[in-house]
Nanobody, 125 residues
Framework: QVQLVESGGGLVQPGGSLRLSCAASGFSFSNYAMSWVRQAPGKGREWVSLISSHGGITSYADSVKGRFTISRDNAKNTLYLQMNSLKPEDTALYYC??????????????????WGQGTQVTVSS
């Protein structure tokens, strides 16, 4: 069955960096677009970044543009999110998500059918 397992979260000071990973299994990873989505305490899910199936298309929410970088290694079935210049408002549970069909990514969260359990990122001094 489809499994998505995030890792790499933690506590970091403002201005610091973290690299999140999402290990995928149970499907042909290289055939599907993926996204990172986050949920802060008391708020709804917020799309963060997307990447097409072969990595040629990426996009970012305005709130993270220029600070976060999404990438994927299809040989390792792994999705990444490099987060630099972290701010307290980046504090959230971060999820990776698999698109229902195909490799063209979308920001519409209803188009994603599988989600990981999330990894917590806390930015605080």
């Amino acid at each position: 069955q489809v499994q998505l397992v995030e890792s790499g979260g933690g506590l970091v000071q403002p201005g610091g960096s973290l690299r999140l990973s999402c290990a995928a299994s149970g499907f042909s990873f290289s055939n599907y677009a993926m996204s990172w989505v986050r949920q802060a305490p008391g708020k709804g899910r917020e799309w963060v970044s997307l990447i097409s199936s072969h990595g040629g298309i990426t996009s970012y929410a305005d709130s993270v543009k220029g600070r976060f970088t999404i990438s994927r290694d299809n040989a390792k079935n792994t999705l990444y999110l490099q987060m630099n210049s972290l701010k307290p408002e980046d504090t959230a549970l971060y999820y990776c998500a698999k698109k229902k069909e195909g490799g063209i990514p979308t920001t519409a969260l209803y188009e994603y059918d599988y989600w990981g359990q999330g990894t917590q990122v806390t930015v605080s001094s």
